[in-house]
């Protein structure tokens, strides 16, 4: 234990931490839009998927990692859409269809995995950039500022998002159709534009999660690659009540816990690799259990709106 406290492994942890919340900010900010919108999208992991087999193999044929990245955001924006025509148009059941989502994408990248690939490969994925001057502090350097492109951009969406969901008229028009949907109707907000926009744009986001995990956090594609982070990443917009500077507060705790569990298996802390593996999702239940932020939940969360209802 006493390994476990030096300078060099708090410092690791601590970076650990902010290079694995990545894919949890893309993918919870993405899913924030949606849910604000009054939308709830439990296909976020199968998306996530989808867009890091499509990001890793287009990397993978092309050498161009910014092509894969894109190609990531365009899968993720299909099923986006996908998701939003049978939820928003055909007014299935959220969750159901969530679920349904989630499979085809656990599904699908499996079997275009075992038919394109055949056997994990690797590539070299986005490389850390460092920041000029900050990257040099002792020890803030080493956490905050030496980090992929995909990391920083990750972290600028918080600020980014948190502004267009407060501060501008599309965000007004997102909150009030969450809210009451029939009075922003009444007021010349087309609902369904909207609610296509934010769920169409978490797909994006979600397929750039994947994205970043396949190219640049662990620069492979395997089966199941996200091990249920989507579906985290929908637990932590609960957590964070449905704002993007809670979703951080959220993001980084997770991610943190998950560095650290890697640190205890790589340290040779005396705690079972199993247990190690589960403190993620105990924390994941433990949080939704303790969640006092349901009273900012959007009042048409998971309600599908018919112009003429009130």
């Known amino acids: 234990m006493d390994n476990f406290l030096t300078l060099p492994v708090l410092v690791g942890i601590a970076f650990s931490g902010i290079r694995l919340a990545t894919p949890y900010l893309y993918a919870a900010i993405g899913e924030t839009f949606a849910q604000r919108a009054g939308v709830v999208n439990l296909g976020v992991d199968g998306i996530m998927l989808m867009g890091a087999y499509a990001a890793f193999y287009t990397a993978l044929t092309t050498g161009n990692l910014w092509l894969g990245l894109l190609a990531g955001a365009a899968v993720g924006l299909v099923l986006g859409l996908l998701m939003a025509f049978v939820s928003v148009t055909l007014q299935a059941e959220q969750g159901i269809s969530g679920i349904g989502l989630y499979l085809f994408g656990l599904g699908l990248s499996s079997l275009l995995f075992k038919t394109s690939l055949g056997t994990v490969k690797t590539i070299v994925g986005f490389q850390p950039v460092h920041v000029p ?17 995909l990391v920083y951009g990750a972290f600028l969406l918080v600020p980014l998002s948190w502004w267009v969901i407060e501060k501008t008229t599309w965000g007004l028009k997102i909150r009030a159709v969450g809210q009451h949907p029939a009075a922003a109707d009444s007021l010349g907000v087309s609902v369904t534009r909207v609610r296509y926009a934010c769920v169409t744009l978490g797909g994006v986001l979600a397929g750039i999660a994947g994205a970043s995990l396949s190219i640049a956090l662990t620069n492979l594609f395997q089966e199941n690659l996200t091990s249920g982070q989507g579906f985290i990443a929908v637990a932590l917009v609960y957590f964070g009540g449905w704002s993007p500077v809670g979703v951080l507060g959220g993001a980084l705790l997770f991610s943190f816990v998950n560095a650290l569990q890697l640190w205890m298996q790589v340290l040779g802390v005396q705690i079972p690799s199993d247990v190690a593996v589960m403190l993620p999702y105990l924390l994941t239940i433990a949080a939704l259990a303790l969640a006092t932020n349901r009273v900012r939940q959007p009042a048409a969360l998971n309600k599908p709106f018919e112009r003429g209802e009130s």
């Not at 900050?134 to 030496?146: A, K």
């Open 133 to 149: 001057v900050l990257s040099d502090l002792p020890v803030i350097g080493e956490i905050f500022f030496q980090h992929s492109w």
